[in-house]
T-cell receptor
């Protein structure tokens, strides 16, 4: 699985959009980008995933660059409850086994 | 859909004791994964099952660790002769295994926090 690079920490004002970047310059054509978040002492929570098209669900939007070497997770209106560690993972979308997590980005939403 | 459940949520044990954790995946998910997470780090893969077959094991899974999924439903992770370095959060995840990117999405349980004294 490709390695990802994320900033270790970010701050965001409550009510504003949070834009979390992820670099995955060695991503392969059959690898998807998945995002999870982990609130303190809980298990990781699935947020969204995509291959090459932008995706949106009730939690977030995922923007993947045309060359697929980077992506951005967007939380449109961040709340205090969005404070968490956000993980960007790339993995194959076929017979996939493990997910390889990095250290993620700690997002702190401030009032 | 009740989500992935794990039991116990917390376990405190003394060095040298054996411990066993249980994971119940989302109903009808045929893939089940175990991860370990230490403080400040992302989860690290340990092993995974497709139905009852254990298909991959990490080098992290020493011979003191054993995982089973006897009937292809719940799974257990046993650690024998625990060491202080085993203190961590043990996470279980499951996926449906259907041939689609949605099918391979892993959903995590709340974890079991192990403290070895």
């Amino acid at each position: 699985d490709a390695k990802t690079t994320q900033p270790p920490s970010m701050d965001c004002a409550e009510g504003r959009a949070a834009n979390l970047p992820c670099n995955h310059s060695t991503i392969s054509g059959n690898e998807y980008v998945y995002w999870y978040r982990q609130i303190h002492s809980q298990g990781p929570q699935y947020i969204i995933h995509g291959l090459k098209n932008n995706e949106t669900n009730e939690m977030a939007s995922l923007i993947i660059t045309e060359d697929r070497k980077s992506s951005t997770l967007i939380l449109p209106h961040a709340t205090l409850r969005d404070t968490a560690v956000y993980y960007c993972i790339v993995r194959v979308g076929t017979n996939a086994g493990k997910s390889t997590f990095g250290d993620g980005t700690t997002l702190t939403v401030k009032p | 859909d009740t989500g992935v459940s794990q039991d116990p949520r917390h376990k405190i044990t003394k060095r040298g004791q054996n411990v066993t954790f249980r994971c119940d995946p989302i109903s009808e998910h045929n893939r089940l994964y175990w991860y370990r997470q230490t403080l400040g780090q992302g989860p690290e893969f340990l092993t995974y099952f497709q139905n009852e077959a254990q298909l991959e094991k990490s080098r992290l899974l020493s011979d003191r660790f054993s995982a089973e999924r006897p009937k292809g439903s719940f799974s257990t992770l046993e650690i024998q002769r625990t060491e202080q370095g085993d203190s961590a959060m043990y996470l279980c995840a499951s996926s449906s295994g259907l041939a689609s990117s949605v099918g391979y999405t892993q959903y995590f349980g709340p974890g079991t926090r192990l403290t070895v004294l």
